[in-house]
């Protein structure tokens, strides 16, 4: 008998057999794509870090609907960027707001598209925190959640389909779930941002929502990189808090987390891969130094097999030309 028995590459010999074989498979039900929304009319402003990425002014959202739509793409994450921002963020639950109005339009044009909504403050402030400054400039916790809890009550009446805490505010999701339950829409169900990393990945979406912090950083809220305990508590007090589907994010850096969350609480798990690992990507591929469409496969299979159910992407429109 010729050596070696076992011969691993009998099953990689052609594409229809390792397709046959492949344990992990995307499908454009997997992704959901972020868009940015900006006030005025005939708008469409490139973001410069993130090539192929724009903010729409929401009179110019038709087009990238029916887009996504003929992709087949199931869901939409809105940012908005306000006219005017101030400490409070008070555009934040304008019921005539980008995002509110967005979300008024794409239900219009397309019903069926999904339209999930980030809940934070940071692209309304003029400070560019998550939440309202005390005195000695931390955010406070508390006062915070009555605002999120009104940001998010005015993405429901505007009709989205689920909406997204992202602000790392303690209590947040508890407090949203019962102000939308007092409020009748106890069906709205919350993604949270549950364990939500301080990344340095998130540069180039600054850029996008205009919301780089003005003073300091986020790492009083936003979690540190190197906690994975500390994730799945977090994890698990938005589940108890009464969290639909959980998110880590960013992804790449942290598919450890993405599957440990999947392994534990079996919950749906969506994962961000955020701005900076999408521009990585887009930077490299200019330079003709890494193969862009056959990366950005690789990538995303790697987050689904690390445990993702969704994902989050502003490439979710090559994907789904791709798969
Ligand atoms: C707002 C928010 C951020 C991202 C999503 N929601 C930025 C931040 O927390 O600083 C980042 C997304 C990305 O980088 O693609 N809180």
Request: with cysteine; charged share 25%; hydrophobic share 40%.
């Amino acid at each position: 008998m010729a050596f070696p028995h076992n011969r691993m590459r009998r099953l990689r010999a052609n594409e229809t057999l390792r397709s046959m074989v492949r344990e992990t498979r995307l499908s454009v039900n997997d992704f959901i794509y972020p868009l940015f929304v900006c006030p005025g009319k005939e708008k469409k402003n490139p973001i410069t870090s993130m090539p192929g990425v724009n903010q729409y002014s929401v009179d110019l959202l038709d087009k990238e609907i029916k887009e996504l739509e003929a992709l087949g793409i199931p869901a939409v994450l809105l940012f908005g960027i306000p006219e005017h921002k101030d400490p409070l963020g008070s555009e934040a639950a304008s019921d005539h707001g980008p995002v509110q109005e967005a979300t008024k339009k794409i239900k219009d044009i397309s019903p069926e598209l999904m339209v999930i909504t980030d809940v934070c403050l940071c692209e309304y402030t003029s400070h560019g925190h998550c939440g309202v400054l005390n005195p000695d400039q931390t955010v406070d916790n508390d006062r915070t959640l009555e605002l999120l809890a009104e940001e998010a009550l005015s993405h429901a009446r505007a009709g989205c389909d689920l909406v997204a805490p992202s602000d790392m505010m303690d209590g947040r999701v508890g407090f949203i779930r019962n102000r939308l339950d007092e409020m009748g829409f106890e069906n709205l169900p919350i993604m949270s941002y549950a364990a939500k990393f301080a990344s340095s990945f998130y540069g180039p979406f600054r850029d996008a929502a205009d919301c780089a912090p003005k003073f300091g950083d986020r790492r009083s809220y936003q979690m540190d990189p190197g906690n994975i305990n500390e994730a799945l508590r977090e994890v698990e007090l938005d589940i108890l808090e009464g969290a639909d589907i959980v998110m880590v994010k960013p992804a790449l850096a942290y598919l450890d987390v993405i599957k440990a969350v999947k392994e534990k609480f079996g919950m749906p798990t969506a994962a961000y891969n955020v701005s900076g690992e999408y521009s990585i990507i887009k930077a490299a591929a200019a330079q003709g130094w890494i193969h862009e469409e056959t990366v950005m496969l690789e990538v995303m299979t790697s987050i689904k097999r690390a445990g993702a159910d969704l994902i989050i992407t502003y490439a979710a429109k090559d994907m789904a030309r791709l798969i």
